[in-house]
């Protein structure tokens, strides 16, 4: 569903659960992510069943372009698919990410759109972002949480010393939508909000609003002020605040 002043304009219709979404940098295509969905086809005189996770639509008319499915003899992204996000500067390049560990990079154009892929990341919410040839991952886990990874040689450039309070988990991972050397995350268990600068290595510039039974689900960096950042958590309580570096 496509809404704009709580007018409905055009409506979408899966038959699965959709965790995830996003738009190219053109705004041309528009991809989904969920749960499998799980399609019958013969290959070799034998039946097979893919597992479609994303799917890509071309988001004027809304026909579907594309489903970036699993051959029969290797899967990947074999459990559920929770963040997407296309490349900023490609408008045909989509990473993708789940529960099994694998980071993938699809080229929409083609047939089985797998252009590259990256391991170690588990990502089950909002924690995967795109910038200047640099992905940025956060982990559903308690060790080896934030990462930085370097796109031109697809590894990774460093592990941010992201603290874990009380086995505390990530929730949101962004870089600043103006300044790439800028990384804004949230978390479970009084992590409380975290942001990096990059200074030749990455090193934490602040941590602020941890406390009792405090957890930040949502959290981004404003469009056009890179100081500003709006966060939301457990208690519905939104706030505005400004960074000062």
């Not at 490609?90 to 990079?105: A, H, V």
Request: aromatic letters at 14%.
């Amino acid at each position: 569903m496509i809404c704009f002043l709580e007018k409905e304009i055009s409506k979408i219709k899966e038959n699965y659960q959709i965790y995830g979404l996003d738009y190219n940098c053109d705004g041309t295509s528009l991809a989904l992510c969920g749960n499998n969905i799980f399609v019958p086809f013969l290959y070799y005189q034998r039946l097979y069943f893919n597992k479609i996770k994303i799917k890509v639509y071309d988001s004027e008319t809304l026909k579907q372009m594309s489903n970036l499915s699993s051959p029969p003899i290797k899967e990947k992204n074999s459990h559920h698919i929770y963040g997407l996000k296309f490349d900023q500067s490609n408008p045909f390049l989509l990473f993708s990410g789940g529960w099994d560990e694998i980071i993938y990079l699809w080229d929409i154009r083609k047939s089985n759109g797998e252009a590259n892929y990256l391991t170690g990341p588990l990502i089950s919410t909002e924690t995967l972002d795109v910038m200047e040839e640099k992905l940025l991952t956060g982990s559903w886990r308690n060790i080896n949480q934030l990462e930085v990874w370097d796109l031109r040689k697809f590894r990774k450039i460093q592990d941010l010393a992201w603290n874990s309070y009380n086995d505390s988990m990530v929730q949101v991972s962004k870089f600043n939508k103006n300044d790439s050397k800028l990384i804004l995350s949230s978390g479970t268990n009084q992590a409380g909000i975290q942001v990096f600068k990059d200074e030749g290595v990455w090193q934490k510039i602040d941590d602020f609003g941890g406390g009792d039974d405090l957890e930040y689900f949502s959290a981004d960096f404003a469009n056009l002020n890179e100081n500003e950042i709006g966060i939301g958590n457990n208690k519905g309580e939104m706030s505005l605040m400004t960074l000062f570096r």
